[in-house]
């Protein structure tokens, strides 16, 4: 059998997201495959920032079990720019790209 490369490959998770998916490794499309049903089961997503209208984007809603998670997320992309979600609170809302961010800030 050929060894999952890529987004494929199992990657470690940090303390919070281990918690949250009970698992300690998974490939990065099974991650967010598992983060986005729990976001829509728990209606999760918005079409608003932080209770304003915006054009089209869609939002996610930190709620109680996502904030750990979301608030170990400041980096730098490598655009240049930065996501820092360590001062969200609960019921702000993270856009999609910030959503990648995330991910990649609870991985070793």
Do not use: C, H
Request: aromatic fraction near 4%.
């Amino acid at each position: 059998m050929e060894e999952a490369k890529g987004l494929n490959k199992p990657v470690t998770l940090k303390s919070e997201l281990a918690e949250f998916l009970g698992a300690k490794e998974l490939p990065r499309t099974e991650i967010t495959k598992k983060l986005w049903d729990y976001i829509k089961k728990n209606g999760l997503q918005t079409k608003t920032a932080n209770g304003k209208p915006e054009n089209g984007g869609k939002f996610i809603v930190a709620d109680a079990k996502l904030l750990p998670i979301f608030k170990k997320t400041k980096s730098t992309s490598k655009s240049g720019k930065l996501t820092d979600l360590t001062g969200l609170k609960e019921g702000q809302t993270i856009d999609m790209m910030q959503m990648a961010a995330v991910v990649g800030a609870n991985v070793e």
